[in-house]
């Protein structure tokens, strides 16, 4: 299993942005798809955007669909989620999520899950 440790959580405006980061131990990094749900108070834990070990293939949720964008960079061990005009409605702690079998668009087939960064988007 890798460990994974996501930053960049934050309070910001609606209409915003942030930049995710997560950062992943082990050697094995451009094997895994990676990942980011997130969960509201009182809420369960949802898909958000999930990317392919190579970066070819990306996967998000209609809810994000045009505002956010998953990115990697393998050499760093590191998943990005750029998220662009952000709305009270994103409110959420984000978790960052690996899957050494494919990119991760459920949460079942999550091997490793990180600790959750805050994002709080006031109006």
């Known amino acids: 299993q890798v460990q ?3 930053s ?6 609606a209409g915003g942005s942030l930049r995710l980061s997560c950062v992943a131990s082990g050697r094995t990094f451009s094997t895994y798809g990676m990942g980011w749900f997130r969960q509201a108070p009182g809420k369960e834990r949802e898909f958000v955007a999930a990317i392919s ?3 070819s293939a990306t996967y998000y949720a209609d809810s994000v669909k ?34 050494r079998w494919g990119a991760p668009t459920i949460s079942t ?3 490793s899950w990180g600790k959750g960064t805050l994002v709080t988007v006031s109006s």
Do not use: H, P, W
């Open 53 to 55: 070990g190579t970066g």
């Open 66 to 99: 045009g505002r956010f964008t998953i990115s990697r960079d393998n050499a760093k061990n590191t998943v990005y989620l750029q998220m662009n005009s952000l709305k009270s409605t994103d409110t959420a702690v984000y978790y960052c999520a690996a899957d």
């Open 4 to 6: 994974l440790v996501e």
């Open 109 to 111: 087939r999550v091997d």
């Open 8 to 13: 960049g959580g934050g309070l910001v405006q």
